[in-house]
């Protein structure tokens, strides 16, 4: 398969993203969770990647995308693997909420995490792009610095730790102190989000 990198660039030249950590998933490879994602884009148009964000993160990105269209990097776990918990547990979802009130059927097979009784956050997505490195054109490799990504309002560069593995940041045209020192993260896959970008599954 020969990637296009239409999501990677658009990410990388968009003002606010998500940045998240890939983190093991219930023995699954990357590859083996991108080809059920392909399959429910194929079949229903959209899909859910289920991650561990609370309230006042979804409501605050909601507010700053303010109905653009989102964009989600996941990259790759720092060598110690302290930013991102193993997700155990696989456990189908059947309904999703934008708000925890009104819930709706979910129809794609693949949403799988640890559900909560009210509801378990997860990106709301339309499009996804993998990136390995065998495949990458010659002199480019999926890499992003985090070092020029803050949270929104903050002056210093992000940082991830661990039961903290998802970010909403902003780009920077120059590079900012403080950050991580594995501030070079390799690129997994990016997700184009559907408003309203993180909703609720369960």
């Given at each position: ?5 239409n ?19 219930a ?7 991108y080809?059920k ?21 979804v ?26 918990a ?10 999703y ?9 979910i ?8 559900m ?8 709301y ?16 490799s ?7 990504y803050?949270?929104?309002g903050k ?21 900012l ?10 690129i ?15």
């Amino acid at each position: 398969m020969k990637t296009k990198m239409n999501l990677l660039n658009d990410a990388k030249n968009a003002d606010h993203v998500f940045i998240s950590v890939m983190g093991p998933h219930a023995n699954e490879t990357p590859e083996e969770i991108y080809e059920k994602k392909k399959e429910d884009l194929k079949k229903y148009g959209e899909s859910f990647w289920v991650s561990g964000v609370d309230e006042k993160f979804v409501m605050e990105c909601r507010g700053k995308l303010n109905g653009k269209v989102g964009y989600l990097i996941l990259v790759e776990s720092s060598g110690d693997g302290k930013s991102a918990a193993d997700t155990k547990s696989s456990e189908p979802a059947i309904n999703y909420s934008e708000d925890r009130v009104n819930w709706k059927e979910i129809k794609v097979p693949s949403v799988t995490g640890n559900m909560h009784k009210d509801g378990t956050p997860a990106y709301y997505f339309d499009k996804i792009e993998l990136y390995e490195e065998k495949e990458a054109p010659i002199n480019l490799s999926y890499n992003i610095n985090l070092n020029y990504y803050s949270e929104d309002g903050k002056k210093e560069a992000i940082k991830f730790r661990q039961g903290r593995s998802n970010v909403f940041a902003q780009r920077n045209k120059t590079k900012l102190p403080g950050g991580m020192k594995s501030n070079e993260r390799k690129i997994v896959a990016v997700l184009r989000l559907k408003h309203p970008y993180v909703v609720w599954v369960k």
